[in-house]
């Protein structure tokens, strides 16, 4: 990523990969961090105002919206599937975090949503979500409604040239996994550098 991202540590970036069994020569590329909690507006509750309406498409190519969601509680990641590192780190986080919370685990929804619709359709995104769990949603929509969902979340991205992509572009993004209840309201946040048995332990509170 370039050089307005956070750079993490390679020490950690081994941890967490060592973690959920991930072997990668070159380390990662590390997207921009945030702490939410601290950085984020909040409501008058004192919760931060994250999350919000959106109307997007899923894998199937079907429309959906926010409230196709209500009822459960959601683990929602933003990246895209060209993504060479982090994204597939943060959603086998999650998967392996659902995989250690067993039949508990039906109370959570992970979703991924792409901010590179240009190349991310639902074909794409059904092919690549089925590799993390068949459980896994997979959203795109057009790049105006990826923006307001972006927006919604407090999810910086923007495309940037890559001469090494066929594509000629890459996407820098911020990479954090939100855990919203099931009114779409935020509970907590994870970074793709959180090991598994953390972020399934901090999911268990919640159940």
Do not use: W
């Amino acid at each position: 990523m370039n050089r307005l991202l956070l750079v993490a540590t390679a020490a950690t970036a081994v941890v967490a990969l060592t973690a959920i069994g991930l072997l990668m020569t070159g380390g990662l590329r590390s997207p921009q961090v945030v702490d939410i909690s601290a950085s984020a507006p909040v409501r008058s509750s004192g919760v931060p105002n994250i999350g919000g309406p959106f109307e997007l498409v899923n894998q199937a190519g079907e429309p959906v919206t926010d409230a196709d969601f209500a009822g459960k509680k959601t683990l929602i990641y933003f990246g895209f599937t060209y993504c060479p590192d982090v994204c597939p780190t943060a959603l086998q986080v999650m998967s392996v975090a659902l995989e250690e919370l067993g039949d508990d685990a039906d109370a959570f929804t992970p979703i991924f949503v792409t901010v590179d619709p240009e190349r991310d359709d639902p074909e794409t995104m059904a092919a690549y979500v089925e590799h993390f769990g068949e459980n896994f949603v997979g959203l795109t929509g057009t790049p105006e409604q990826i923006e307001a969902a972006a927006k919604a979340y407090k999810v910086y991205f923007r495309k940037v040239e890559d001469a090494s992509s066929s594509a000629g572009y890459t996407m820098d993004h911020s990479s954090v996994v939100y855990l919203m209840s099931e009114d779409n309201t935020f509970l907590a946040n994870f970074t793709h550098e959180t090991l598994p048995d953390r972020m399934a332990a901090r999911l268990r509170q919640y159940l």
